[in-house]
């Protein structure tokens, strides 16, 4: 082959495999869609709602992010240390006033009718959630989980509402991963017992 046709076959390759690629990206689309079975569960409190609210935050302190910090500082076998010190559930975020929003959508037509309550927490444990986004790292999507207890005017029944962990972490298939899952659906459904005045094995260990 000469050696301006061996250029010029390069450079037709070059372009031919552009334009497939090209194609490629033009035929490619970015939306995919899978869909879950999700367990949604409500746990009725005996308390009041402020009781209630009490009773969790005094169960489960803010996150101590000594762990975190350690693992950003490439500290492994001090985070290590700190993760297994923690309790076994802590909340992420401070508490949310949902119920704010909901006077906001309703005051227009009732100003004068008892509010509506709402608050929401996330709950969780760093070290369970590096086992499960460790497995598969979309879980991230649904560790630390959220919890939110409502009480709607004229109930005077708060109550809990939360997808199960073992629903949202439902696609983990292996059996180390569903012990994990099991585990945190278990110590989420004791908090929430034992935050609404039922019989709980509350305060549970953390998981090992
Ligand atoms: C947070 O965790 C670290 C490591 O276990 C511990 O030394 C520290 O006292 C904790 N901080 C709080 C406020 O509990
Ligand atoms: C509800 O509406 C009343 C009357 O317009 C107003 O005075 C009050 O501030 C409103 N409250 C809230 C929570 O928006
Ligand atoms: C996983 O659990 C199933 C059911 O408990 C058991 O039959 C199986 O042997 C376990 N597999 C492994 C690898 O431990």
């Keep these: 082959m000469h050696l301006r046709t061996f250029l010029t076959s390069i450079v037709l390759t070059a372009a031919a495999i552009t334009a497939a690629h090209e194609r490629q990206h033009h035929d490619f689309n970015p939306i995919s869609d899978q869909n879950k079975v999700l367990s949604s569960r409500t746990i009725a409190s005996k308390r009041t709602f402020e009781a209630t609210q009490a009773a969790l935050e005094a169960a489960i302190p803010m996150i101590n992010t000594t762990g975190i910090d350690l693992l950003r500082e490439g500290k492994y076998a001090e985070a290590a240390a700190a993760f297994r010190a923690l309790p076994a559930l ?87 991963s569903r012990a994990v899952v099991q585990g945190l659906d278990d110590q989420l459904n004791q908090l929430l017992l034992f935050a609404g005045g039922w019989p709980s094995r509350w305060p549970v260990p953390a998981m090992p």
Aim: net charge positive; charged share 20%.
């Design 90 to 176: 802590s909340r992420f975020i401070p508490t949310r006033d949902m119920g704010r929003l909901v006077d906001y959508y309703w005051n227009d037509t009732y100003p004068n009718v008892p509010r509506n309550k709402a608050v929401q927490w996330e709950i969780g444990n760093p070290y369970t959630a590096s086992k499960l986004v460790g497995q598969a790292i979309e879980t991230a999507l649904y560790a630390p989980i959220r919890v939110i207890l409502i009480q709607e005017w004229p109930s005077d029944t708060p109550m809990f509402f939360f997808d199960r962990p073992v629903s949202l972490f439902g696609h983990l298939k292996s059996n180390k």
